[in-house]
């Protein structure tokens, strides 16, 4: 009979412990932490999702589409993102300032319908007439995608800082196809 009681309560024990265990772990990830991001139509995670709408935040408690879009990095990131743009040869984009604690870097979204292998250059420009620049490839795939700068220490407040994404074809073979940027600086001038 004791064996029996100490079996039922060794029973009850991991069923009330599991769910426990299993809440204080958290939940699962996605492999990939990639953010969820709307696109053109709103469709937040269909073939059209290349960019967060303009102005979008990423703070990890109201995001678009309901769900936190941390941007895979697990802490408080805002995004400071220029309206969607689209080329009539086929090129969309979008491109944002993104700030995370005392980091800023530039992302550009786009989704390349040409037909034809694209260079693209982003340029993070700050204060102080600091500027990153980062060369991409885009692929003549027609997929989502996204170029990003290298991340810096953020200098002056993050609303010193914009970002420009130009999409011309590879080898720079012919016109300048797309300039989007993240329209997030102050104006200039005296």
């Known amino acids: 009979m004791n064996v029996r009681l100490l079996a039922l309560a060794g029973v009850v024990t991991c069923v009330i412990a599991l769910p426990l265990a299993m809440?204080?772990?958290?939940?699962?990830?996605?492999?990939?932490?990639a953010p969820v991001r709307p696109g053109p139509r709103g469709d937040a995670k269909g073939p059209d999702a290349i960019?967060?709408?303009?102005?979008?935040?990423?703070?990890?408690?109201?995001?678009?589409?309901?769900?936190p879009s941390l941007l895979?990095?697990?802490?408080?990131?805002?995004?400071?993102?220029?309206?969607?743009?689209?080329s009539p040869g086929g090129i969309e984009a979008q491109t944002c300032v993104l700030?995370?604690?005392?980091?800023t870097w530039a992302r550009s979204y786009y989704r390349n319908a040409t037909g034809e292998a694209l260079?693209?250059?982003?340029?993070?420009?700050g204060p102080g007439d600091r500027a990153v620049q980062m060369r991409c490839a885009v692929d003549?795939?027609?997929?989502p995608a996204s170029c990003e700068t290298p991340r810096e220490r953020t200098r002056g407040g993050p609303a010193a800082y914009s970002a420009i994404a130009e999409y011309a074809a590879r080898g720079g073979q012919g016109p300048l196809l797309l300039r989007s940027g993240s329209n997030s600086a102050p104006p200039t001038g005296g």
């Open 72 to 86: 895979g990095l697990g802490l408080a990131t805002a995004a400071r993102c220029g309206p969607e743009l689209t």
């Open 119 to 125: 260079d693209a250059v982003l340029s993070l420009l």
């Open 23 to 33: 809440a204080s772990a958290g939940p699962v990830g996605d492999p990939d932490p």
């Open 140 to 143: 003549a795939d027609d997929e």
């Open 51 to 67: 960019a967060p709408r303009a102005g979008a935040g990423a703070d990890g408690a109201a995001a678009s589409g309901g769900s």
């Open 99 to 103: 700030t995370q604690g005392e980091e």
